[in-house]
């Protein structure tokens, strides 16, 4: 059997094969060297470490140190002492008679009282007591009663009277339609003061101050 006899062709597609080959050879190895002398991701490598994560990439400020502590001190004297409370005076306090009716029927007792004023600016102290209390009952000049005349277990009781406040007696004092007398406050028959329309005044004092006017009733 005769051996086909290779063509130009053939042999020049060989050689281009080799070629090729050798060609890739060739720039396979010079692609190897410059990956190991550029080392292109070294860069790329360094970047991805230093890069830190935005959370940690954000710098924390310091927070700025706030005493808060309250210090301690100790309150300031006043220099402003409490006035004391004076005794009230005779122009400051005004005084009057209260009787419980105008008029009085026969057998009728009148109960008399006092209304203490202060009239002041001021607060002031005054003895209130049984002690400092008088009622007086006259007909023109003629005193017919006095309430001390036969008064039991007098005593006092100093307060303090605001300004402007009024205060009245507890307790009203009776008058028995009689005359009194120190020496005869046991008998049973002293004289007893006329009706049929007489008129008396009523004046009061308290505490050392006297009422600025007398209070009228009359008695049937």
């Keep these: 059997m005769a051996r086909r006899r290779r063509t130009a062709a053939v042999y020049r597609r060989r050689r281009l094969v080799v070629f090729g080959a050798v060609i890739v050879l060739i720039a396979a190895l010079i692609v190897g060297v410059w990956l190991v002398v550029a080392q292109p991701w ?70 008399l009282s006092i209304a203490l004023t202060n009239t002041g600016s001021a607060d002031c102290t005054i003895d209130v007591g049984s002690a400092t209390q008088v009622f007086t009952v006259s007909s023109g000049d003629d005193v017919w009663w006095r309430s001390t005349d036969c008064q039991q277990d007098p005593s006092s009781m100093v307060v303090t009277l605001a300004a ?4 009245s007696s507890a307790a009203p004092v009776v008058w028995d339609r009689t005359r009194s007398d120190v020496n005869t406050c046991a008998d049973e028959n002293r004289p007893r003061a006329a009706g049929g329309g007489a008129s008396y005044h009523v004046a009061v004092a308290i505490g050392g101050f006297e009422a600025r006017a007398t209070q009228q009733i009359l008695l049937e």
Aim: contains cysteine; charged residues 15%.
């Design 42 to 111: 070294a860069d790329a490598a360094t970047k991805l470490t230093a890069t830190p994560s935005p959370s940690a990439s954000a710098e924390t400020p310091t927070p700025e140190v706030t005493n808060t502590e309250t210090p301690s001190s100790s309150p300031e004297p006043s220099t402003t002492e409490t006035a004391a409370v004076i005794p009230c005076r005779a122009v400051d306090v005004l005084v009057e008679a209260v009787t419980d009716a105008d008029t009085y029927p026969a057998g009728s007792l009148p109960q």
């Design 164 to 167: 402007g406040q009024t205060v």
